[in-house]
C-alpha cells in the first residue's frame, strides 16, 4: 500500500510512497524487523482474538478527476459493512486483491451514488494492481534478509492471483 507523503516523511509533501503504519521516518530499527514482529504475534495469539483489517480506498475518482464517494460523511456506511461481514451479516465478493463488499450489502438509502460509480467503486482493476504490484519487490529490498518470508510468499500469492484474473 503506498500513501502520499506528509511533512513528517522526507521527500516532497503529495508524493506516493510505501510506508506500513507511516513508521519509516520514526521507526529506530529495521522495519523488516518491525513487520517480523506483528507476524509473529498474529502466529502467537488466536485468531479470533486478532484484529480484523481492511483496506479501503475512500478517494477513488471517475475518469473526469470526480470523487466517486459522497464523502468522509458516508464512510460509516463501508464500517458498517465491516462490521456485519466480521458478524457473519453481510456478504462479500471475492476478489484477486481480498473481499468487497457486494453491491446489495452497503447501506446506501438516501445516497445519489449512480450504478456506474458504484459499479467502479467495487470493482478491481487488475492491470493497475500488477503494475503496483511490480513495484513492491523495489520496496522489499530495502529490508534485506530481515523481510519476513511470509510477506514475500504473499506477494507471490498476489501476483498469482492476479495472473489467474
Given at each position: 500500500?503506498s500513501s502520499e507523503t506528509t511533512a513528517a516523511a522526507a ?82 465478493v471475492e476478489t484477486p486483491i481480498g473481499i468487497v463488499p457486494?453491491?446489495s450489502e452497503l447501506d446506501l438509502d438516501g445516497l445519489d ?53
Amino acid at each position: 500500500m503506498s500513501s502520499e507523503t506528509t511533512a513528517a516523511a522526507a521527500g516532497a509533501i503529495g508524493q506516493l510512497r510505501r510506508d506500513p503504519f507511516a513508521m519509516l521516518p520514526f521507526c529506530g530499527y529495521n522495519m523488516g524487523d518491525y513487520m517480523g514482529h506483528w507476524l509473529e504475534i498474529g502466529e502467537a495469539t488466536d485468531a479470533d482474538k486478532l484484529p480484523k483489517i481492511y483496506y479501503v480506498n475512500w478517494f477513488r475518482k471517475d475518469a473526469n478527476g470526480k470523487w466517486l464517494w459522497p464523502g468522509f460523511g458516508e464512510n460509516s456506511r463501508v464500517l458498517k459493512w465491516i462490521i456485519d461481514r466480521i458478524g457473519g451479516a453481510a456478504k462479500g465478493v471475492e476478489t484477486p486483491i481480498g473481499i468487497v463488499p457486494a453491491k446489495s450489502e452497503l447501506d446506501l438509502d438516501g445516497l445519489d451514488v449512480p450504478a456506474a460509480d458504484l459499479e467502479t467503486l467495487l470493482s478491481v482493476d487488475t492491470e493497475i494492481w500488477k503494475q503496483e504490484a511490480g513495484l513492491v519487490p523495489e520496496f522489499f529490498a530495502q529490508f534485506g534478509d530481515h523481510l519476513p518470508t511470509a510477506l514475500a510468499d504473499e506477494h507471490a500469492k498476489l501476483v498469482e492471483r492476479l495472473d489467474k484474473a
